[in-house]
Nanobody, 124 residues
Framework: VQLQASGGGSVQAGDSLRLSCIGS????????VGWFRQAPGKDREFLAA????????LYADSVKDCFTISRDNAKNAVFLQMNSLKPEDTAVYYC??????????????????WGKGTLVTVSS
């Protein structure tokens, strides 16, 4: 499984962005996918995860009111809609998939396949 995140950019506080994670491989639709971010000098942070079926998403408390994860298996894509962005949301954002299908987790340690990140910069 190969993943590529995109959609980052420089925005103002209060703006929205939609990140995309495109996966390759015929079995991508069988994998859960998680979104994480890492700001300079900080640990990798879980944001959201979604099952292969698209139901029962998981969210970090810090983003659950402003971020929404979704997926379109027909397009091998998982999305992260981010609203009401704040300067503290500035980070490199990554999508990842676990080693086994039909699983999803909140801890980055359980994810094996990582895409190159996309930078989100939010200015005040």
């Amino acid at each position: 499984v190969q993943l590529q995140a995109s959609g980052g950019g420089s925005v103002q506080a209060g703006d929205s962005l939609r990140l995309s994670c495109i996966g390759s491989g015929r079995w991508f639709g069988s994998y859960g996918v998680g979104w994480f971010r890492q700001a300079p000098g900080k640990d990798r942070e879980f944001l959201a995860a979604i099952k292969w079926s698209g139901d029962s998403p998981l969210y970090a408390d810090s983003v659950k009111d402003c971020f929404t994860i979704s997926r379109d298996n027909a397009k091998n894509a998982v999305f992260l809609q981010m609203n009401s962005l704040k300067p503290e949301d500035t980070a490199v954002y990554y999508c990842a998939a676990p080693e086994t299908t039909n699983t999803y987790y909140t801890s980055w340690r359980w994810y094996r396949y990582w895409g190159k990140g996309t930078l989100v910069t939010v200015s005040s």
